[in-house]
């Protein structure tokens, strides 16, 4: 009975500590099989052209919308750490990674990830060397977005997978297969203009307000590397 | 001796003197520190068992759903124990896992359940021990398991846990079709990779138990 009342102690300071020992411990385990530094600088070349194209549309449409209100406030940029994807998600209900850098390089809760192409997610949890990412597709997980093109507003949610569901606040809205979605500026957890992903289907028919399906730009089933933005706080509140 | 040989299978005759060193050294402890080393390699079995959790090797997963390592534990555990230490190692787990992803919905619930239910199964002698009948339960648990999970997510949905985001319920139980099947394919085709060990040292140890030490 004593070592079962050990164990169930020892089990809910796994759980208070968000098993921050076992993380240690995995990420240490898994140092062979983690991926080495040369392949990751191509795939971010590769990554930095289509996330450039993408920011580009982005930013074009932003420039008009502020050459109108001129009441624009200063885009922030912060610091990039890059780190590794050493593990996935512990369940199968939750869409997260374990990335191999953490407090110890800088990263906080709620630290913004991006990958290959477009945001991935942000940090819920950090350790001193590794760190937990929810990432967009989770259905738990929503962002606010704007279509860069007409600059509708919306938010997105996860569908487990590399598409998310965007629903609209209008009725009708000015939206058309393979616009550019961005991170809208009245985002709470995202900075507003980072890249999300295009839209690839739209249900108008859709009650009580129209959705369309959006294919992430960055392919969160198989990332490798990801860039973690930590001076990036929560987009400012209008 | 030949219980031993039964662990060991038809091994090398190195692999079988470290065997026979082993098994020496287990007999020459007293029964006292045998318990600490039995509980030693039970608790390393666990931890081994939430690190391969976020770990995805090629050819581990089915519709990107890894095999339930957890699961397969609890089950190995309860099938020869009470109804009691099948709850309890059902809690520990699910706490550790809460650890691992997130709290909310706990993981306790389907653990425990599925602890309590093997445990269960095996008084009413109607299956017998034996690999596929270890594989047909974890089966059977895992969509027991992703059920419990599933039904948390929809009472979540409606305001159950307070505020938070969850699901639509036309999701939620669309999503747990996939993940119960192909979390009940894996984990019953990967059941016995854990289930022979664990069961071999906990028998090892049972018989150990019973003769009398010097």
């Known amino acids: ?89 512990a369940d199968r ?15 906080r809760i709620g630290s913004v990830v991006s990958g290959t192409g477009g945001i991935v997610g942000r940090v819920i949890q950090v350790t001193p060397n590794t760190s937990r990412v929810l990432l967009v597709s989770d ?8 279509v860069s093109r007409s600059r509708v507003m919306g938010f997105m949610r996860g569908r487990s997978g590399s598409q998310a569901v965007m629903e609209f606040f209008e ?14 500026p009245y985002s709470q957890l ?21 959705e369309a399906v959006i294919e992430l730009a960055a392919p969160v089933d198989y990332l490798e590397w990801v860039t973690i933005t930590t001076s990036l706080e929560g987009g400012a509140n209008p | 001796m030949g219980h031993y040989h039964d ?73 020869k124990r009470s109804f009691w230490q099948g709850a309890l190692a059902g809690i520990i787990l699910g706490l550790a896992q809460d650890g691992m992803t997130m709290a909310q919905p706990t993981h306790v619930w389907s653990l425990m359940v599925v602890g309590m239910l093997t445990a269960r199964l095996q008084k009413q002698r109607f299956i017998q021990e034996d690999f596929i009948s270890v594989a047909l339960i974890v089966f059977a648990m895992a969509v027991v398991a992703e059920t419990l999970m599933a039904i948390q997510f929809s009472l979540g949905g409606w305001g159950l846990f307070g505020s938070g985001i969850y699901p639509a319920l036309v999701e939620v139980w669309q999503y747990h079709q996939q993940v119960a ?3 009940a394919i894996l984990s019953s085709l990967w059941a016995p990779v854990l289930y022979y060990p664990l069961n071999r040292w906990w028998e090892l140890m049972n018989s150990l138990e019973q003769i009398p030490s010097r």
């Open chain 1, 139 to 146: 259905p738990t997980s929503q962002v606010g977005a704007t």
């Open chain 2, 7 to 79: 662990v060991f299978g038809r091994g090398g005759e190195s692999l079988r003197r470290v065997g026979d060193d082993i098994l020496k050294w287990l007999r020459s402890l007293s029964p006292n520190s045998r318990q600490i080393v039995n509980w030693a390699v039970t608790t390393l079995s666990v931890v081994m068992c939430l690190l391969a959790l976020p770990l995805r090797l090629p050819g581990m997963e089915l519709l990107g759903v890894p095999p339930d390592w957890l699961l397969i534990w609890v089950v190995a555990w309860s099938v």
């Open chain 1, 171 to 184: 009725k009708d809205p000015n939206v058309q297969p393979g616009d550019v979605v961005a991170t809208s």
């Open chain 1, 190 to 210: 995202f900075p507003p203009g980072l890249p999300i992903g295009r839209v690839v289907s739209i249900d108008f028919e859709k009650s009580p307000a129209p």
């Open chain 1, 93 to 107: 209900w939750w869409e997260q990674i374990v990335v191999g850098r953490g407090r110890e390089h800088g990263i």
């Open chain 2, 181 to 183: 099947l192909a979390s």
């Open chain 1, 1 to 89: 009975m004593g070592l079962g009342v050990l164990a169930l102690v020892g089990a809910w300071t796994i759980r208070q500590t968000q098993g921050a020992t076992l993380a240690e411990l995995y990420r240490w385990l898994t140092l062979p099989l983690q991926p080495q530094a040369e392949q990751q600088q191509a795939i971010l070349e590769n990554a930095q052209l289509s996330e450039l194209q993408q920011r580009l549309i982005e930013l074009d449409a932003q420039n008009q919308e502020l050459q109108r209100l001129l009441n624009y406030t200063q885009a922030q940029t912060g610091e990039g750490i890059v780190a590794p994807v050493i593990g996935r998600s």
